[in-house]
Nanobody, 123 residues
């Protein structure tokens, strides 16, 4: 599965941004758990949110709960990350990831990674 992430950019603190993740070619996300991770300069990559494709169940990092929403559009085979009330500490490269029949949070990590999209938050 080749993943493509879109939607990063520069936003002011307090504003919103929506990221998208799709699969290239004819690949679908059936049976996959889809996740968003992020990595800021000098920091470890961290989990942000995940959604189980089959039933839409979600899970979030504590730092983004109540502000970020992960969702999926099964018709468009796309995963979204809506980020509200952005803070400077949310600035990072955001990466889309997928794991087949297991959570993307499980070790040793996701089966597949997409390229990152940069999110910059100005204060």
């Amino acid at each position: 599965v080749q993943l493509q992430a879109f939607g990063g950019g520069l936003v002011q603190a307090g504003n919103s941004l929506t990221l998208s993740c799709t699969a290239s070619g004819d690949a679908t996300f059936n049976g996959y758990d889809m996740g968003w991770f992020r990595q800021a300069p000098g920091k470890e990559r961290e989990f942000v949110a995940r959604v189980w494709w089959r039933d839409g169940s979600t899970d979030y990092a504590e730092s983004v709960k109540e502000r970020f929403t992960i969702s999926r559009d099964t018709a468009k085979n796309t995963v979204y990350l809506r980020m509200n009330s952005l803070k400077p500490e949310d600035a990072a490269v955001y990466l889309c990831a997928a794991s087949y029949l297991r959570t993307t949070r499980a070790l040793p990590g996701p089966d597949y990674w997409g390229q990152g999209t940069q999110v910059t938050v100005s204060s």
